[in-house]
C-alpha cells in the first residue's frame, strides 16, 4: 500500500502568471465579437472524441468537454501564453500571502439567477469537497466567502501567488445552487454562465445546446450548438467530409490526408502521450523491469509511424510546446539497470477514442515481446476503463496527457500525476524522492529557478520508469468550409466561442 503524504505546502511564484510560454498559441478567430452579424446564426454540429465518463460532472475528465463547448466558465481564463485574464471575475488583487479578492462582473448564471458573491462562494466551497478532488487543487486547500455585493475572498492554507491560474481550470467552473444535489452530484444541464447554454444530454451519444442570450460577453453568432460523441476517429472523419459536422477534434492521423488542407487544422500542444507502469502492484513493481520496458520501447518509431510525423519523439513530461523546457532538461537521475523480463507476463491497455493510441499500443506490444515480455493488450472507450486504470487494475497503461490543462501551470501535473496523494496518479507512484523534488518546486520563488526545480523533478520522475514519454502531440481538428472563429489553443479547453459560426 502507498503512505499517504504529508499536506504539502503549495508556495507558487506570483511571477509564473505570464508563464509558461508556449511555442504553438490559439488559432486566430475572425474578427467580431458575440453581436451584430449572425445573431440568428445556423446551429453547429460537432463531433467530439469523449463521450461523458461522469455524467458531465465538472470534478473529472467531463469538465473539459463543457468548456470546450461554450457551456462553462471559472473566475479566469487562459490566453494564449498561460497568462490569467478575468473571465467572470472582472479583477483581482492580492490582499495578502494567503489571500486574494476577485471583484466579479455583471453576469447571470443561465437558470437566471445574478452570479453573485455568495453563489460563486458556494461553488468553489463545493469543489474544494468533491471526491477525488479536482486536478486544479490537487495539495491546495482554500475557503471563499462573500464580501459585500461584487467580490469574493478566497483564502489558501498556504501561500499561493498563482491561485488566479489554478482558477481558471475547468474543473472549477463557476455554477448556479440549482446545480449541486446530494453529495458531489453535480448538474450542469442550464446552470453554467457560458455562451452556450446545455438544455439536453442524451447519455453518452449527443447533447443539445441553445444559445444563452444574456451571456455577459455578448449573444454567441451560433444559434446553438449540435454535439455528437463520436469515439471512433475515422467515423469523425468521414462525418466532416461528408457535411454531417462542421467541427470534428482529434482527427486521427491516419485520417489526416482524407481532409483537404482547407478543413484541416493542425495544432501544436502540450499533450503527451506516455506508457504508465503500475508500480505499486504486479511487475513494475520491480524498478528493474519497468528498465526493461522502458529500454524496450522505440519512440521514432512511434512518432514516424504510428504518427506519420505529425508528433515529435517523446523527450520528457514536457515537449516542444513548453518552449523553456528543452534547454533546462536534465538527465534522469536514479534509474536501475534493466532486468531480463524472461517472459514475464503484463497487461497493456489504452483507449480508443484517440485512435492512434490502440495503434501505439499495438506497436508498443510488439516491442515489449521482443525484448522479452509476455503481453496481453486490452482496449476500452475511456469512460469504460478510467476506474479501472486509475485502481490500478492493469500492469501497463497507454494515455494522452495535457501536462499543462489543469492549471497552466507546469508544476500542477507533477502533482497530480506522479505524487502520492495525486488525483490522477495512473502509475500508483509514491517515491520519496520524487516527493521532495516536487515539494521543492513548489516552493521555489524566482521564475528561472523554479522551471530548473520543475526540470530536476521532472529527471527524478523519469528516474523511477514510472513513466515513459513516447510522443508530443499535434492535434488535428476538422473545420468545414465557411466555418470561422474555432478556437484552438495547446490547452485544449476552448473549441466554441461567441464568434464561431457557419
Same mark, same amino acid.
Given at each position: 500500500?502507498?503512505?499517504?503524504?504529508?499536506?504539502?505546502?503549495?508556495?507558487?511564484?506570483?511571477?509564473?502568471?505570464?508563464?509558461?510560454?508556449?511555442?504553438?498559441?490559439?488559432?486566430?478567430?475572425?474578427?467580431?465579437?458575440?453581436?451584430?452579424?449572425?445573431?440568428?446564426?445556423?446551429?453547429?454540429?460537432?463531433?467530439?472524441? #469523449?463521450?461523458?465518463?461522469?455524467?458531465?460532472?465538472?470534478? /473529472?475528465?467531463?469538465?473539459?468537454?463543457?468548456?470546450?463547448? /461554450?457551456?462553462?466558465?471559472?473566475?479566469?481564463?487562459?490566453?494564449?501564453?498561460?497568462?490569467?485574464?478575468?473571465?467572470?471575475?472582472?479583477?483581482?488583487?492580492?490582499?495578502?500571502?494567503?489571500?486574494?479578492?476577485?471583484?466579479?462582473?455583471?453576469?447571470?448564471?443561465?437558470?437566471?439567477?445574478?452570479?453573485?458573491?455568495?453563489?460563486?462562494?458556494?461553488?468553489?466551497?463545493?469543489?474544494?469537497?468533491?471526491?477525488?478532488?479536482?486536478?486544479?487543487?490537487?495539495?491546495?486547500?482554500?475557503?471563499?466567502?462573500?464580501?459585500?455585493? @461584487?467580490?469574493? @475572498?478566497?483564502?489558501?492554507?498556504?501561500?499561493?501567488?498563482?491561485?488566479?491560474?489554478?482558477?481558471?481550470?475547468?474543473?472549477?467552473?463557476?455554477?448556479?445552487?440549482?446545480?449541486?444535489?446530494?453529495?458531489?452530484?453535480?448538474?450542469?444541464?442550464?446552470?453554467?454562465? /457560458?455562451?452556450?447554454?446545455?438544455?439536453?444530454?442524451?447519455?453518452?451519444?449527443?447533447?443539445?445546446?441553445?444559445?444563452?442570450?444574456?451571456?455577459?460577453?455578448?449573444?454567441?453568432?451560433?444559434?446553438?450548438?449540435?454535439?455528437?460523441?463520436?469515439?471512433?476517429?475515422?467515423?469523425?472523419?468521414?462525418?466532416?467530409?461528408?457535411?454531417?459536422?462542421?467541427?470534428?477534434?482529434?482527427?486521427?492521423?491516419?485520417?489526416?490526408?482524407?481532409?483537404?488542407?482547407?478543413?484541416?487544422?493542425?495544432?501544436?500542444?502540450?499533450?503527451?502521450?506516455?506508457?504508465?507502469?503500475?508500480?505499486?502492484?504486479?511487475? #513494475?513493481?520491480?524498478?528493474?523491469?519497468?528498465?526493461?520496458?522502458?529500454?524496450?520501447?522505440?519512440?521514432?518509431?512511434?512518432?514516424?509511424?504510428?504518427?506519420?510525423?505529425?508528433?515529435?519523439?517523446?523527450?520528457?513530461?514536457?515537449?516542444?510546446?513548453?518552449?523553456?523546457?528543452?534547454?533546462?532538461?536534465?538527465?534522469?537521475?536514479?534509474?536501475?539497470?534493466?532486468?531480463?523480463?524472461?517472459?514475464?507476463?503484463?497487461?497493456?491497455?489504452?483507449?480508443?477514442?484517440?485512435?492512434?493510441?490502440?495503434?501505439?499500443?499495438?506497436?508498443?506490444?510488439?516491442?515489449?515481446?521482443?525484448?522479452?515480455?509476455?503481453?496481453?493488450?486490452?482496449? @476500452?472507450?475511456?469512460?469504460?476503463?478510467?476506474?479501472?486504470?486509475?485502481?490500478?487494475? #492493469?500492469?501497463?497503461?497507454?494515455?494522452?496527457?495535457?501536462?499543462?490543462?489543469?492549471?497552466?501551470?507546469?508544476?500542477?501535473?507533477?502533482?497530480?500525476?506522479?505524487?502520492?496523494?495525486?488525483?490522477?496518479?495512473?502509475?500508483?507512484?509514491?517515491?520519496?524522492?520524487?516527493?521532495?523534488?516536487?515539494?521543492?518546486?513548489?516552493?521555489?520563488?524566482?521564475?528561472?529557478?523554479?522551471?530548473?526545480?520543475?526540470?530536476?523533478?521532472?529527471?527524478?520522475?523519469?528516474?523511477?520508469?514510472?513513466?515513459?514519454?513516447?510522443?508530443?502531440? @499535434?492535434?488535428?481538428?476538422?473545420?468545414?468550409?465557411?466555418?470561422?472563429?474555432?478556437?484552438?489553443?495547446?490547452?485544449?479547453?476552448?473549441?466554441?466561442?461567441?464568434?464561431?459560426?457557419?
Amino acid at each position: 500500500m502507498r503512505s499517504a503524504s504529508s499536506s504539502r505546502r503549495v508556495r507558487l511564484l506570483a511571477g509564473l502568471l505570464t508563464v509558461p510560454l508556449l511555442a504553438g498559441c490559439f488559432a486566430s478567430p475572425d474578427s467580431g465579437g458575440g453581436s451584430g452579424a449572425g445573431q440568428s446564426g445556423a446551429r453547429l454540429r460537432v463531433a467530439l472524441a #469523449f463521450p461523458p465518463a461522469e455524467n458531465l460532472s465538472p470534478y /473529472g475528465a467531463d469538465a473539459t468537454i463543457l468548456s470546450r463547448l /461554450g457551456v462553462t466558465e471559472g473566475l479566469t481564463a487562459l490566453d494564449a501564453n498561460g497568462a490569467a485574464v478575468p473571465a467572470l471575475a472582472a479583477s483581482w488583487q492580492r490582499a495578502n500571502d494567503r489571500t486574494w479578492v476577485f471583484t466579479l462582473r455583471e453576469a447571470r448564471f443561465q437558470d437566471g439567477t445574478d452570479v453573485s458573491p455568495a453563489a460563486v462562494a458556494a461553488s468553489l466551497t463545493r469543489a474544494t469537497e468533491a471526491k477525488p478532488a479536482p486536478a486544479a487543487l490537487s495539495g491546495v486547500t482554500l475557503t471563499a466567502e462573500a464580501v459585500g455585493s @461584487r467580490a469574493v @475572498r478566497i483564502t489558501t492554507g498556504a501561500p499561493d501567488p498563482v491561485l488566479p491560474l489554478r482558477l481558471a481550470g475547468p474543473s472549477l467552473a463557476v455554477l448556479s445552487p440549482q446545480a449541486y444535489g446530494e453529495k458531489d452530484r453535480v448538474d450542469p444541464v442550464g446552470t453554467a454562465t /457560458g455562451p452556450f447554454e446545455l438544455t439536453k444530454v442524451n447519455g453518452s451519444s449527443s447533447a443539445t445546446l441553445a444559445r444563452f442570450d444574456d451571456y455577459w460577453g455578448g449573444r454567441a453568432q451560433a444559434s446553438g450548438v449540435d454535439a455528437r460523441f463520436i469515439a471512433d476517429g475515422t467515423a469523425r472523419a468521414a462525418a466532416l467530409r461528408t457535411g454531417q459536422v462542421d467541427l470534428a477534434e482529434a482527427i486521427p492521423v491516419a485520417q489526416a490526408a482524407s481532409l483537404t488542407p482547407d478543413i484541416r487544422r493542425e495544432t501544436a500542444t502540450t499533450r503527451t502521450t506516455s506508457l504508465l507502469l503500475n508500480t505499486e502492484k504486479g511487475p #513494475f513493481e520491480d524498478a528493474a523491469l519497468r528498465a526493461a520496458a522502458r529500454a524496450a520501447v522505440d519512440t521514432a518509431a512511434l512518432a514516424d509511424g504510428v504518427y506519420e510525423g505529425h508528433a515529435d519523439p517523446g523527450a520528457g513530461i514536457y515537449g516542444p510546446a513548453v518552449t523553456w523546457a528543452e534547454g533546462k532538461r536534465r538527465q534522469p537521475v536514479g534509474r536501475a539497470g534493466a532486468a531480463d523480463p524472461e517472459g514475464t507476463s503484463i497487461t497493456l491497455a489504452t483507449y480508443d477514442n484517440r485512435p492512434e493510441l490502440p495503434e501505439a499500443a499495438q506497436v508498443l506490444k510488439q516491442q515489449l515481446e521482443q525484448a522479452g515480455f509476455t503481453v496481453r493488450l486490452e482496449v @476500452r472507450e475511456y469512460s469504460r476503463l478510467e476506474s479501472d486504470a486509475l485502481a490500478g487494475k #492493469f500492469d501497463a497503461f497507454v494515455g494522452a496527457r495535457n501536462s499543462l490543462v489543469d492549471t497552466g501551470d507546469p508544476v500542477a501535473v507533477l502533482a497530480s500525476d506522479h505524487t502520492c496523494d495525486g488525483g490522477y496518479n495512473l502509475a500508483l507512484l509514491c517515491d520519496k524522492a520524487v516527493e521532495r523534488a516536487v515539494e521543492r518546486a513548489e516552493a521555489v520563488a524566482d521564475p528561472a529557478a523554479r522551471q530548473d526545480a520543475v526540470m530536476a523533478a521532472e529527471a527524478r520522475i523519469l528516474g523511477t520508469d514510472a513513466v515513459v514519454p513516447l510522443v508530443h502531440q @499535434r492535434v488535428i481538428t476538422g473545420v468545414g468550409k465557411g466555418v470561422r472563429g474555432v478556437l484552438l489553443d495547446p490547452y485544449e479547453r476552448t473549441l466554441v466561442g461567441t464568434g464561431t459560426r457557419r
